[in-house]
């Protein structure tokens, strides 16, 4: 007869063990999530900035200003604030509403938040001009990243960072969806388009896209698209009707419509460095010629056009937390300029069509 190993014996006392132990560690686990949410709280919220008014933000009408989200530390710090184009250095006017990432025009505002807890909510709002909610859409463990409201204030668009998809386990993968305000209508991923490159279809199972920006037609849009196992990005126009994307030229991300719709603002990759890899570059739809801006830092944001002349773009502050403003020429000369402290995601205000 041939000995056989004894199976260890898993007794009640071993289980129970097993469980207290599992639920200390996540205990600790939790409570050192909420020590360091607490802590970033403290050091976010008890700045000298400017504190929420009493009421919301009302921008009906509202022209000459710019929205963006409040990052100077103290009380209004993750609210959305505006300031008058004209002294943008002056005071500033904090609301109650508190967005990741913003932009508004013609009255429609999307806000992409998130609601911290032990496991994250995040969501995206469409709001009207006083910050009422029209609509609100559960982006599950996206996280929030970009965010777009075409000229008329129809159309909306934003891009998450999602997790879950086989081909992109070891690097980032996006989600980006279109919204008619208007009608309703919703079109959840970029992802079932039919692609066109070269005159052929193409169409990479690990393709992301991101960084919508619309034309005055409400039809046609850009937007940034990679197959991230190439290490390309691609500038591509879509007809939305026609759900089909045209691929228009390589090396292109997060591409901004000027408002005379003749040229995009866009990230370049200059460099395979982690560090400074990016430049603010301009491209003339015309005839496809393109001006690096004056901006040599790194710019890791979607642009976005104050007037025909002039882009915005966040920069991280220098020497504390949150971001800054900064504004270049968009033809090329001149030098960055600081538009303000302590601000992220900005929108110029408009009534309509620009």
Known sequence: MTDTPETPLITRGRLTAFAAAFVLLAALGIGYGVHAAHRQDVLTHQGPGAAP???DLDLTGATGEILFRDTEPGPGYGFLATV??????GPRTVGRTSCERVYAAAGTVVCLSTEYGAIPSHHVRILDSTLGQLREIDLGAGAPNRARISADGRMASWTVFTSGDSYAANTF???TSILDVRTGALTPTLEDFDVLKDGKP??????NFWGVTFASDDNTFYATMSPISTGKTYLVRGDLAQHRLTVLRENV?????????TRIAFKKRVSGSTTNPWRLAVLDL?????TL???TRSVDDQAAWLDDSTVAYALPAAQRTGSDLWTV????TGAPALLLHGGFSPAPLTTGKQ
């Open 84 to 89: 008058r184009r004209s002294d943008p250095a």
């Open 173 to 175: 993968s996006t989600r």
């Open 253 to 261: 991300e997060c591409p901004s419509l000027s408002p005379d719709g």
């Open 286 to 290: 015309a005839d496809n010629r393109e």
């Open 329 to 332: 020429p968009a033809d090329g």
């Open 202 to 207: 193409y169409r990479p199972v690990d393709r």
């Open 53 to 55: 008014a009493a009421q």
């Open 293 to 295: 801006l004056a901006e």
